[in-house]
């Protein structure tokens, strides 16, 4: 071989090693960019499940399945303040969680099925499902402390009715529910009409 030879084996085995580290640079670009997605689903579901939100997740549950004799007492002023500050932390949590959401579902691939959306979603379903009767429940317990028996929640509940919407629209939640009303016993699959 000459030096000519030499040299295009050499350009030649070049270009492949190129080619192999840019081939391996995509993959692993790819499993961490997944990775992180996964990470960033995981967080969205703990962002339910954990810190002031557990805390305020009891306070819905006693405006959504309270009697009289396990409600709240409405008529004190300390815990309408209380009930109203978790059903605000309850609708901001699932702002960000729809936001996280649509992040995912923008950074995705674009083209089939998208592994971290629907892990996130098969996960996000039952919260959504049952919040999707406490939060009209809780809004019409609240109302009545309030004088002009209205609850200013239009921006802030937003995000959980996007979620709703989206969940909804891929079949993983029961389409009964609806978005500004729980539409009661013998319709709404909620357990607390059961």
Request: with cysteine; glycine share 8%.
């Amino acid at each position: 071989m000459n030096v000519d030879d030499w040299s295009a084996l050499s350009s030649v085995a070049s270009a492949a090693l190129a080619l192999a580290a840019i081939a391996i640079a995509v993959r692993v670009h790819r499993t961490e960019h997944r990775r992180s997605r996964f990470e960033t689903a995981r967080s969205l579901l703990q962002e339910l499940n954990s810190g002031e939100t557990a805390t305020v997740r009891q306070y819905i549950a006693r405006l959504h399945y309270g009697h009289h004799d396990l409600g709240p007492n409405l008529s004190d002023p300390s815990q309408v303040e209380s009930y109203f500050a978790a059903y605000y932390t309850m609708l901001w949590c699932f702002e960000r969680v729809e936001a996280g959401r649509t992040s995912l579902v923008l950074g995705g691939r674009g083209v089939g099925r998208d592994s971290v959306v629907e892990y996130l979603d098969s996960r996000l379903a039952w919260h959504v499902a049952e919040f999707a009767c406490a939060i009209p429940q809780a809004r019409a317990k609240l109302a009545t402390a309030m004088l002009d028996g209205a609850v200013k929640d239009r921006d802030s509940v937003g995000g959980f009715l996007r979620l709703l919407s989206d969940l909804q629209a891929r079949g993983i939640v029961d389409q009964a529910y609806m978005p500004r009303s729980c539409p009661g016993g013998g319709v709404c699959p909620c357990e607390c009409h059961q």
